[in-house]
DNA sequence: CGGCGCGTTGAACACCCTCAAACTAGGTGG
DNA sequence: CCACCTAGTTTGAGGGTGTTCAACGCGCCG
């Protein structure tokens, strides 16, 4: 099905059944996750990482690999650790929906289907982190924090979700790509990068379809925020936040 | 703020603070509970009933009276018994969403806001039950598979919200008609009612910004699939599924 | 060089929105 | 009983906005 591979570091039980396992990564713990901060994972005591370590492996894709097909069995729940994903369907007739995109510290797993209803795949190179559905419920079971952690996020997400669907309802072209910039400046700032320069690894085509629009109209509201100097696009893939504030009434439809 | 209003069959701990608290109503409880099959309470025992009503009460609103307000301070969750709801968003220049519709058995209280993100109103005379967050927090630590059922439903509602980004993203205005008249029927079905036949408590306009459409293009929808013998209107409130492969087809846009 | 993928720009069209009016149903009061 | 009002729905006509179709520019790579 789809193109997982899976590096591991330690054999644990409920992942032995696991397809193209590879050798162990060496240098690779939970005690060293540079997403642990934002994973899902914070809900577990510190000491507990070998545990923790025990159920997890790692899983590497290429820019434009599979991780899961639309319909595929779901059998993992993954954190993205490196890299940047897109969840996309889509219909028949080719229309294309990207629901979302993934970045590290994002927890892939929150679904009540048995199977995927959307293909996920890597936009660039990607790493992450895949725990098998019994391996989560043995964690909730032992630490109930981390079930409260997972319902906290997908409340988070739950949220986001809806303001989505305002914008697609309800926003202008313009008003759409200002808050979808933003949204992007912010999960830089989660990772503490830089917030005044947001990097795009996704297509025009890939905007479009998350802000339900055409490629055309996505590059003519680029063109119109860089002619009212609220952004600067130095490269198609690069774009300086000039006017923040603006920026943000914007998208606030203020 | 709102005009919440609470029957109260029993004063238990934790919801005494609550204002506007009026006479016991005779008859409730949560042993006879019509919607206990639908409602996240399903997860806790049987013989935790009185349990449970100790820390409910009742509210009571009347057609067009407000549950929450956009900005509210967030201390109930609710599970919807009877009558219907909207959740609806409004932006400084009138631009309206309706986020969704509240029927009975749904829960209202995924959310990670401190505040209410969503304006909730009463369509029709409705009645909830109410649990406050401390409460709640307080069910979930003493039956963990409370807290299992909410983290199924949040993910349930999830996948929803996902498939009206499709909708708001990519259907054409019959297409998302179609998909919300069934939407509709499913929700009469888990209640055991007739499935021919739906029942519409809401406005043009409110089907209008859920679907991301003007009223007036909603009504030529409904005369468009009435033209095409999908539907009938014996009033603007009612609508008949005279061929129900037809619609899904729509809606699935296959 | 030539092909390809991607992004941008231009022109014409189609669709939905806007504006306007007619119709129905329900409620009130003369 | 009818006039009158209001709220909601439907239908029509015209205009605006995003889409469609097309061309061009750019960087990359064989």
Redesign the pocket.
């Known amino acids: 099905m789809s193109s997982l591979r899976i590096h591991r570091n330690s054999p644990g039980p409920g992942v032995a059944e696991l397809g193209m396992v590879e050798a162990p990564e060496a240098g690779h713990g939970c005690r060293v996750c540079l997403v642990r901060h934002l994973a899902v994972c914070t809900a577990l005591p510190a000491d507990q990482a070998s545990a923790l370590e025990q159920l997890t492996g790692d899983t590497r894709l290429h820019a434009g690999e599979l991780l899961a097909r639309e319909g595929d069995l779901r059998r993992y729940v993954f954190t993205v650790q490196t890299g940047a994903l897109r969840r996309t369907r889509t219909l028949a007739d080719g229309r294309r929906l990207v629901a979302g995109f993934l970045m590290p510290g994002d927890y892939i797993g929150f679904s009540s289907a048995t199977h995927y209803r959307h293909t996920i795949e890597a936009i660039t190179d990607s790493t992450l982190c895949a725990v098998s559905h019994e391996g989560m419920r043995t964690l909730c079971a032992t630490y109930h924090g981390l079930e409260h952690e997972l319902m906290q996020r997908a409340c988070i997400e739950l949220d986001a979700t809806r303001d989505k669907l305002m914008a697609l309802a309800r926003m ?3 008003e759409r790509l200002a808050g979808f910039l933003l949204d992007m400046v912010q999960r830089r700032q989660r990772q503490g990068l830089d917030d005044a320069v947001v990097a795009l690894p ?4 890939d905007i ?1 379809d998350y802000l ?9 509201c ?2 119109k925020l860089r002619g009212e100097g609220l952004i600067a ?1 130095p490269d ?2 690069t774009v300086q936040l000039l006017d923040r504030k603006k920026l943000e009434l914007l998208a606030a439809a203020a």
């Open positions: 202008t072209p313009p996704m297509t025009r085509t479009a339900g629009l055409t490629i055309e109209t996505v590059s003519r680029f063109t696009t198609p893939h």
